[in-house]
Every structure is written in structure tokens, then in C-alpha cells.
């Protein structure tokens, strides 16, 4: 079942939707005992998906895949990383899952990826359920880390976080972005909660609504949601796969957006960058993305710039992004240019040259990224670049695959290279020889991952004969995946 205007916009606006599968009763009591089971060995981090197979019904129930459609197009897909958890005796932190530990400088207000929650069991507060805050996908600051002086408000508990009970069979779509924790078991009794999680993306831009839309109401403005209005409105437009509205501004307003730029609330920031940027005046963004303040400023610019209607910001990006090239924080810059998608096309050879010159990991990421959305059919060019990441973008000090090399931007890079192919389907098989070795012989799981998916989606006659040969040594496995090192 696909979600109606209303439920998309609800979750635009929370960052979360609840699902009820249409399983029976004992589909769940079997995956339950089978989980049991399973963790007598310890937890099977990724692999949980091979070991019960079972689990893919979960996701092509028609309630929880017309669900993921809506949200993130037809041909969304599953990530290579999945997690079980087991609530515990302590809170989590406050947290927003990071890509296995990588430093994410930037994230993205439009949902481009989805946790799935799924819970096989009754789920009481006092089994530990997931806690969550609403509306805090949108926002720039991390709980675990922000300067001191910045207000911070997302590591403490307050009375707007949700807390899931829920019934068995009850799958939570989450933005991938939103601030959640695990909750400590308080129940002596030896319920285990489980929750399996698994990550979905979005390949591509919308291009018109994947949900059950009713076109009367394709100029709603999110009137009633506050401060972050601006911005729930843009991702709706984004959402129906239309340019985001131009929304002038008056004098006053103009002023006091001026103003709220710097105010110490971060909503009040959030909104004044929007609607700047929706009406057009972006001048006053891109300088604080070069001028030196401090980054939470500068990823708060970046967001809203990514909502600015027009050509001319285009044109205005890649002036300044030019003359910037030799510093290092240039890939805010990158970033929205891919934001913008095949709008941005001019930009491609610069982002090109930028990407080759430079010895950065982080800039080669944004850069395989933002190439790939402005130009999904590829070149030549970009997919040299893509493959020149893939295979050789590592530190002097050798990668294993131990937790430390998680927080390395090497393997990011490589590990966005290989997302970026698996995007580009068919496009990326002038290189297919480059992918099979990747998905062989690289030390990241989830380059390997990656390249799978990739060569799964190119379906010419070399991928198909790689895919068969490797899912028959590995039988869907995660080679590198085992109980001390489960993600
Ligand atoms: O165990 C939970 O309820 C939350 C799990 C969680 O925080 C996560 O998977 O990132």
C-alpha cells in the first residue's frame, strides 16, 4: 500500500512513519526463536540477512514496501549493512547513525535513505523500545559533537522524544538523519527485545510523486510547522519532482532573516537560510561558505542553498567554487552543485578537475557523488575518476579491516566510488573489469558490497558471470563479517 499525501507529509515534517506489516502472528514468533537462536553464537551483525532469509518478507509485504516506495521512489535498494539489536541494561546515547563510523560532514534533508526498524515482538517501555526526536533530521548539529558555545539541545531528553512501543510486526521508517537511541531494558523478566535494522536508498531524483497523491494538493505550503516550514515545504516540492518554489520576501522579512542568520537557536538559523534561499537571494549564503566562521554555519548555508530556485546560483557557485579550489572545505560548494542534479551540468568539468588535482579524500567523495547525479549517463572522464577512486584512493599506512580503519576517510571514499557505479547501472560498464577486482579484493566489506550491487544492476554478460561465481563461494554472505567484527 502506497502512503497517502498525508502520511508523506507527516513524515516530512517528523522524520518518521509507522508500519504494520500484513504477516500473520507466528511469521513473527518464528523469526523471534530463529534470532534466539541465532545470537547463541553471537550477534551476526550484517549477516543477519543470509541467516534468516526469511526476514526479505518483511520488506516485500506490501504495506512496508508500498511504504518505502512512497518515500523513496521505485527503485530504491537495500544497503549491504544490517544490524540486530538487543536492548540492553544501559540508555544509549543520543545519536544519529553515521556511515559505519565515517565522519559525515554533510547529510541531506531530502530522504534519500531510510532506516528500517523492524520488531518481532510486543515491544513495552519497559522492554527498552527505540526512543526518538521528532523534526531532528533537518538539523546541522550532532549530538555527540558541537562546539560549547553553540546551543545544543539534542543530548538531553525532553517530553517531545517519542518512544516506540509497539505491537509485533511493526516495521518504523526513519529518516536516516533523525537523533534516536536504544532504551535500557527495565523488566527483570527474560523478554529479549530484538529490532532488526536495515538501510534503504533512493538511486535517483524524484521525477513525479511515488506515493498515492491527489494533485489538489500539490501547492501545500506546511503552513502549520513552525520555524521549520520553509524547509518541509521545499522537500515536498522536491518530493512531487518539482522545482523547489520561488517565495519572495518583503523588506521586513529580508531583515530580519539577515538577522536570524547568526541568532543562537538553531531553528531560527535553519529558517532564515531557507527563506533566503527560496526566495532567491543567495549572495549572503555563499559567503559563508567562504568566509571562515564556524562549520555548523557553513552546513547550515549548504542545506538551504540546496532549496534555491534558478539558474543564476549555478553560474554564481561555480565562479566562486573556482576560485576556491585550492581549499579545503570547497566540497560544501560540491555538494550543492550535486544537490541540484543535471540543472548543474556546467559544473562538471570543474567538479572533474577538482576531483583529479586534488589528493583529498573527502573532496574526492563529494565529488563522486555530485558527478554522479549531475551526469548519470557518465563519460569517459568521470568514470576514469570514478574507477581512480575506487581502486587507488588509500592512506600510506595499509587499511585492514579493523574498527579504527571505520573512521578513516579512505575507505569512504572508495566506498561512495563504488555506490556511485552501482547509481550509474549499465552507464558504469565501460569499467566492469575495474568493479569485479573491487568487489574481490578490496578490503572495505562494503566496497565489496557495493560492487556487487553494482555489477547485480549493470546485467551485462561479464557482471552476470562475476555475480554468479562470487554468490556461489559466499551464498550471500559477508566474508568479512563474523561475531567480533559484525559491521
Ligand atoms: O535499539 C534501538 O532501539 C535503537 C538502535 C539504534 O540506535 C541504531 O540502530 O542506531
Known amino acids: 500500500m502506497k502512503l497517502t499525501d498525508e502520511q508523506i507529509q507527516s513524515f516530512l515534517i517528523n522524520g518518521f512513519i509507522k508500519i504494520q506489516t500484513n504477516l500473520p502472528e507466528h511469521f513473527h514468533q518464528t523469526i523471534y526463536e530463529k534470532v534466539t537462536e541465532a545470537f547463541k553464537d553471537g550477534n551476526p551483525g550484517n549477516n543477519i540477512y543470509p541467516c534468516i532469509k526469511e526476514l526479505g518478507n518483511v520488506f516485500k509485504d506490501a504495506n512496508v514496501n508500498g511504504a518505502i516506495q512512497s518515500i523513496l521512489g521505485e ?133 513525479s510523486p511515488s506515493w498515492n497523491h491527489n494533485p489538489c494538493t500539490e501547492l501545500w505550503d506546511a503552513k502549520n510547522v513552525g520555524p521549520l516550514q520553509p524547509i518541509i515545504r521545499s522537500m515536498w516540492d522536491w518530493m512531487l519532482g518539482k522545482p523547489v518554489r520561488l517565495v519572495p520576501l518583503c523588506d521586513d522579512a529580508y531583515m530580519q532573516c539577515i538577522n536570524d542568520l547568526k541568532s543562537q537557536a538553531e531553528r531560527g538559523r535553519q529558517r532564515a537560510a531557507y527563506m533566503l534561499s527560496c526566495s532567491g537571494v543567495y549572495d549572503i549564503l555563499i559567503d559563508i561558505l567562504s568566509s571562515n566562521c564556524e562549520s555548523i554555519y557553513k552546513i547550515e548555508a549548504t542545506y538551504a542553498l540546496c532549496s534555491c530556485p534558478g539558474e543564476q546560483v549555478v553560474c554564481k557557485l561555480c565562479k566562486v567554487l573556482e576560485e576556491k579550489i585550492q581549499q579545503s572545505d570547497c566540497f560544501y560548494f560540491i555538494y550543492v552543485l550535486g544537490s541540484f542534479g543535471e540543472r548543474a551540468r556546467q559544473a562538471t568539468d570543474l567538479i572533474l578537475k577538482i576531483g583529479a588535482d586534488c589528493q583529498c579524500p573527502t573532496i574526492k567523495r563529494y565529488c563522486c557523488e555530485s558527478l554522479c547525479s549531475i551526469c548519470p549517463e ?101 566474508l568479512k563479517t563474523n561475531k567480533r567484527s559484525t559491521f
Open 75 to 207: 527503485k530504491y535498494f537495500m544497503q549491504p549493512h544490517r544490524y540486530t539489536h538487543v536492548s540492553g541494561n544501559k540508555d544509549q546515547s543520543w545519536h544519529r547513525d553515521s556511515f559505519f563510523g565515517f565522519l559525515k560532514e554533510m547529510r541531506y534533508h531530502q530522504p534519500w535513505n531510510l532506516m528500517a526498524f523492524y520488531y518481532p515482538q510486543n515491544t513495552t517501555t519497559k522492554m527498552g523500545p527505540t526512543a526518538i526526536k521528532p523534526k531532528t533530521q533537518y538539523d546541522a548539529i550532532d549530538p555527540m559533537r558541537c562546539p560549547s558555545h553553540i546551543q545544543n539541545i539534542n543530548n538531553f531528553t525532553s517530553p517531545d522524544d517519542v518512544l516506540f512501543e509497539c505491537e509485533m510486526g511493526t516495521v518504523l521508517l526513519v529518516h536516516y538523519d533523525i537523533v534516536h537511541r536504544g532504551t535500557r531494558c527495565l523488566s527483570k523478566k527474560d523478554v529479549k527485545r530484538f529490532l532488526f535494522k536495515f538501510l534503504f536508498s533512493r538511486l535517483d531524483f524524484p521525477s
Open 378 to 478: 557518465a563519460n569517459d572522464a568521470i568514470l576514469n575518476f570514478l574507477k581512480d577512486v575506487l581502486l587507488n584512493c588509500r592512506d600510506v599506512v595499509p587499511e585492514s579491516n579493523k574498527l579504527k580503519d571505520r573512521n578513516s576517510p579512505y575507505p569512504h571514499a572508495r566506498y561512495v566510488a563504488a555506490l556511485c557505479l552501482f547509481r550509474l547501472g549499465v552507464n558504469a560498464s565501460p569499467i566492469v573489469d575495474s568493479i569485479i577486482y573491487a568487489m574481490l579484493n578490496d578490503c572495505n566489506r562494503y566496497v565489496n558490497g557495493f560492487c556487487l550491487l553494482s555489477l547485480q544492476s549493470m546485467n551485462t554478460h561479464d557482471s552476470k558471470v562475476a555475480v554468479e561465481e562470487y554468490l556461489n563461494k559466499t551464498k550471500g554472505f559477508c
